[in-house]
């Protein structure tokens, strides 16, 4: 069978979506190794509630693409399984803040599999995250945190097209449990269509890209903050004040040493996500930049960060939880003049 369009316009040399890219990267995935294959809710006949999948089932047919029931810890817990005998499964969250009822066979069971000499575990986690959609706190949330903390996991989130697919292919490619991270935001945001390097490439996993160079603040983010943080740099350097931006793509395992490399040259560090405050990866950021680079720094270490409160449902009370650029930029002002 000819791929459709909508999965082949790399090679037609067209630009394509955050959502298009991911697409690509799953169906290359499985035309290149037998052994991958989709599990989740409405992502065969449907083609899921993003349609990441549409057209998979009449390609791959229903032993490769599985509709499962509405059991997130037993089909991840099935996944599981699956690669314990060699195969290489990716689970589709139709949103991730449901991931959380699949907290236990991650944490207790599938992290801890190489731990326990019991092999790898060679499975992707994927699905939509994010606010600004307005999608209420059960479809909006940011979930990355409650499992930073489990060793045996790795831990995605790209923010450009080019990325998203890269990643994801390393990710089915890894042996070890991955967390894949997607901004529903981002999906089909027109400013970022890209055409993507043709023919089979990676990008791999717990690298930062430097996204803008500047010498004043580093801005150290990820996911759809990437984009908040570059519109503030772009004003701010109207104001004389030059922004490097960091996206760390990978949370764990996180690129540490992009992240001190950074602050020895701005010696001013902001860090920005749209996750809860309490408990955000800033803080461990910020811990890290304490013990090795803090003689570095000229002015305190700042955060912009969603509030500490579930994401609301009302539009203007969402946008006030959520980071905005005005946040970035009083921050940038601030550290810019300490």
């Known amino acids: 069978m000819e791929r459709p369009d909508h999965v082949r316009q790399t090679e037609l040399g067209q630009p394509v979506t955050m959502l298009e890219a991911i697409r690509e990267a799953l169906w290359e995935e499985m035309e290149r190794d037998a052994g991958v294959f989709l599990m989740g809710e409405d992502i065969g006949a449907y083609g899921g509630a993003f349609k990441v999948t549409d057209g998979f089932l009449q390609r791959f047919g229903e032993m490769r693409v599985v509709d499962m029931p509405i059991s997130e810890a037993g089909f991840t817990g099935a996944a599981a399984g699956a690669a314990h005998m060699g195969l290489r499964p990716v689970v589709e969250m139709q949103f991730m803040d449901f991931v959380s009822c699949a907290y236990e066979p991650l944490t207790n069971y599938i992290a801890t599999s190489r731990w326990r000499n019991a092999g790898p575990q060679p499975l992707v986690i994927r699905g939509p995250v994010g606010g600004g959609v307005r999608g209420g706190p059960f479809h909006s949330q940011n979930p990355e945190m409650a499992f930073f903390h489990t060793p045996g996991l790795k831990i995605v989130y790209p923010s450009t097209a080019q990325d998203a697919k890269g990643l994801l292919k390393a990710a089915i490619r890894d042996d070890d449990p991955v967390l894949f991270f997607e901004h529903k935001k981002l999906y089909r945001a027109p400013f970022l269509r890209e055409v993507l390097p043709p023919g089979d490439y990676t990008v791999p996993l717990g690298q930062a890209r430097l996204v803008r ?50 602050v020895r040259k701005t010696n001013r560090l902001l860090v920005v996500h749209e996750d809860t405050r309490t408990g955000g990866i800033a803080g461990e950021i910020a811990m890290r930049v304490s013990e090795k680079a803090f003689e570095w720094l000229d002015a305190p270490m700042l955060r912009v960060t969603a509030l500490d409160t579930p994401v609301p449902y009302s539009p203007p009370l969402e946008d006030f939880f959520l980071p905005q650029v005005e946040d970035i930029l009083t921050a940038c002002r601030y550290l810019k003049a300490y």
Not at 233 to 241: C, H
């Open 213 to 262: 160079e500047g010498v004043d603040v580093s801005i150290v983010t990820y996911g759809n903050m990437v984009h908040e943080s570059t519109r503030a740099a772009e004003q701010l350097a109207e104001e004389d004040v030059s922004v490097e931006i960091l996206d760390l793509r990978s949370l764990m395992p996180l690129d540490e040493e992009a992240i001190l490399n950074s």
